[in-house]
């Protein structure tokens, strides 16, 4: 009888093992490369990326490499993944939700029911906007490298006229989220991202690539309040 309970149970395990390994997404392959084998990046996210620069082919002058940032995640996470489209390999880097998206300042920009949080395109939310953007030119912010950023999408359209850009800030270092219990500053609609990361994301990702924010199912404010925002 013992002999068989065993024999049940390692039947068991390989079932459960065999229904797990059929659930697993499969590797995305594009032009004979495996893309992220690590498997970081959400498989729909990474998805609506690789649909997101088929889509603007005519418009991305880069395409060794792509940003992806998991708007679903908590900002604590490192959830802006560089993607190299040449060896498949990801690098993922800490970045900052708007406050506008983050009202409660709890890390989630898609929300429990009830929350008041989610992404938006209009001016003066300070809140994080989704879709595809495309990196531009050469700026300073407050004393930080930083790159202009141009909306692609009509859930980022606005991204010129509200100056979001790709900088860096000392509110999503290790220092500043330790000294702060734990939690990651917030910025005003802009991806923030550590000053010690800068220099490798845009030697990865230069004038002409894309950074796709997503997934689009994320949550957009239907009436946010509109505020200024400094910092």
Not at 124 to 146: D, K, Y
Not at 151 to 174: E, K, M, W
Request: proline share 6%.
């Amino acid at each position: 009888m013992r002999l068989i309970a065993v024999l049940c149970a390692c039947f068991a395990l390989a079932g459960l093992a065999s229904s797990a390994a059929s659930q697993a997404p499969s590797p995305v392959v594009r032009a004979g490369v495996t893309l992220d084998p690590q498997g970081l990046i959400p498989a729909p996210l990474l998805d609506e990326a690789l649909a997101s620069l088929n889509a603007h082919q005519g418009q991305v002058t880069f395409t060794d490499a792509i940003g992806v940032v998991d708007l679903s995640a908590d900002s604590f996470q490192k959830r802006f993944y560089v993607l190299d489209l040449k060896t498949g390999a990801v690098s993922a880097y800490r970045v900052s939700n708007g406050k506008g998206s983050d009202p409660d300042h709890n890390g989630l920009i898609d929300p429990a029911p009830g929350k008041r949080n989610g992404v938006s395109n209009a001016k003066n939310t300070q809140a994080t906007s989704s879709g595809a953007f495309l990196m531009a030119e050469n700026r300073t912010h407050n004393g930080w490298a930083a790159r202009g950023l141009d909306g692609l999408d009509p859930s980022n359209s606005n991204a010129r006229a509200r100056q979001i850009l790709v900088h860096g800030a000392s509110y999503v270092t290790d220092a500043w989220i330790k000294e702060h219990g734990g939690v990651v500053g917030r910025s005003c609609g802009c991806f923030a991202l550590p000053p010690q990361d800068l220099a490798a994301v845009f030697a990865m990702l230069p004038r002409g690539a894309l950074i796709y924010a997503g997934p689009a199912s994320v949550r957009t404010l239907v009436d946010p309040p509109q505020f200024d925002c400094t910092g």
